[in-house]
């Protein structure tokens, strides 16, 4: 079993209902998004707020210190405990966060929704990414992975006003996470695969939402080769997947899709 730090499951209900009148006059009960401020200590040491849907925070606080680069594997958390009563995460580590502050004084505000942060140079950290040049992708498995994520269960299809994303062994999904900003959705699936010991290098990451630079900073340290989404890409984003080589796919949409980088991976379906 991988190493897991103890932990709280402390996950908020995704969705409430209130009264919305239609266009008719009509009270018609409906299903809203839920969004909280969470704010995360390390050490006893205030980082910062996020606002989150709060299904996952458990992951989600572990995968944004992750994909920050504030620590360097699972074995550095002793504990994540969530309290809503506070609205603040406590994690305690075994050798505190090193060069926090040089780290903290180069945040840079991204273009995630929710006020998406960058700490440190992390582009200069992307040279040592290393995807695995073997990786590739059926078309058919693309095409069977597009009809399991519309054909999933979603807070999206309920209340809609979040962002989706997916973790897939070829068309099969691993883990759905959705959260009112993308970017808290991409550090929940980190922070899973850390606790559940799970590697990159074979899997896809597939977002409803369009792919940043800092969509594909964190999908490139996270291993992953593959970068789907159902929108469109930033100039950045495109050229940092270029940078790393990850295979870039926007506008995937039933049996339509656009392939912008990585080209050599994806594996055409032989029509003949």
């Known amino acids: 079993m991988p190493y897991r730090p103890v932990l709280t499951h402390a996950a908020r209900p995704s969705t409430f209902t209130v009264d919305a009148i239609d266009e008719h006059g009509a009270v018609q009960p409906t299903p809203i998004a839920g969004e909280h401020p969470l704010t995360i200590y390390v050490d006893k040491r205030e980082i910062l707020t996020i606002m989150t849907l709060g299904a996952a925070p458990e992951a989600l606080v572990i995968g944004y210190l992750r994909n920050q680069r504030l620590l360097e594997s699972i074995h550095d958390i002793v504990s994540v405990q969530v309290d809503w009563t506070v609205n603040a995460c406590s994690v305690t580590t075994r050798n505190g966060l090193k060069n926090l502050d040089e780290k903290m004084a180069k945040r840079t505000k991204t273009t995630g929704c929710g006020e998406g942060t960058v ?108 970068l789907v989404s159902r929108s469109g890409l930033t100039q950045m984003g495109y050229e940092i997947a270029q940078k790393t080589g990850i295979t870039m796919i926007g506008r995937a949409v039933n049996k339509h899709y656009l392939l912008f980088t990585g080209v050599e991976r994806l594996v055409k379906t032989d029509s003949a």
Not at 130 to 145: F, G, I, N, S
């Open 119 to 226: 700490f440190g140079d992390l582009m200069a950290d992307l040279e040592n990414v290393k995807l695995p040049p073997e990786a590739r992708l059926a078309e058919e498995t693309l095409y069977a992975l597009l009809n399991n994520v519309r054909l999933y269960e979603s807070i999206y299809k309920q209340a809609g006003a979040v962002h989706g994303c997916a973790l897939a062994q070829g068309a099969e999904i691993l883990t759905f996470v959705e959260d009112v900003g993308r970017h808290n959705a991409v550090d929940a699936i980190a922070g899973w695969m850390w606790l559940e010991g799970v590697d990159g290098g074979d899997k896809i990451f597939y977002t409803t939402g369009r792919l940043t630079s800092e969509m594909v900073i964190k999908a490139a340290q996270m291993g992953i080769p593959f």
